[in-house]
């Protein structure tokens, strides 16, 4: 299904030249994937602290451009800059959840939000990342399969972060949107396994 993470070839692209600087001045592909963790954690501290402020809320999609940015220019130096490392590889999947999980774990403390949607949607997020790296222990290429990707949940959640900070009255539909949520991760999770199972079979 399609996903936003289709755009990661072009978006790469954009971040070449920037990722030859940074080979030339040392930085490594682990050292970003770590900054995009704890610029995640940073952020996600700062929704937890004062879920209401809406300027913070609005520095969130910003927050989330970066760090898909960093995301992508760890993988192109780590393979086009011969720094694929074990170690980086754990990272790099290690990194994705625990970010994810710091970020959007502070949205159940919003007003008038079921907090265990909040906290399912995290949890069925992990279990689809799970499913897209079990791809791999089968003979399968690790899965990325939509629709609800790591990209198109930063773009929910961004999404969701901009309306409320530029004013949207919280309600009853972000419970709405928490739902779909769920529904669209049961099903990023089930293309997930169907597509691994028929490249090995």
């Keep these: 299904m399609p996903s936003i993470y289709d755009l990661k070839p072009a978006f790469q692209n954009l971040l070449r030249p920037l990722c030859r600087h940074l080979a030339q001045w040392g930085v490594t592909a682990n050292q970003v994937t770590i900054a995009a963790v704890l610029l995640s954690l940073g952020m996600g501290a700062a929704i937890a602290w004062q879920p209401q402020t809406t300027w913070i809320l609005l520095g969130l999609p910003g927050v989330l451009l970066v760090r898909m940015a960093l995301n992508a220019i760890d993988g192109l130096l780590a393979c086009e800059y011969d720094m694929q490392t074990p170690l980086g590889a754990i990272l790099n999947e290690l990194g994705d959840v625990i970010a994810d999980a710091g970020l959007y774990l502070p949205f159940a403390l919003l007003p008038g939000v079921m907090p265990s949607l909040v906290v399912l949607v995290v949890l069925l997020a992990i279990v689809s990342e799970m499913t897209g790296v079990i791809a791999v222990q089968i003979g399968a290429s690790r899965r990325y399969d939509g629709p609800l990707g790591k990209s198109d949940r930063a773009f929910g959640f961004g999404l969701i972060a901009l309306l409320l900070g530029l004013g949207v ?33």
């Excluded at 919280?170 to 769920?182: H, Q, R, S």
């Design 169 to 201: 009255p919280m309600g009853m539909w972000l419970n709405l949107v928490f739902g779909l949520m769920l529904g669209l991760l049961v099903m990023t999770i089930i293309n997930r396994a169907v597509h691994a199972l028929r490249e090995v079979t």
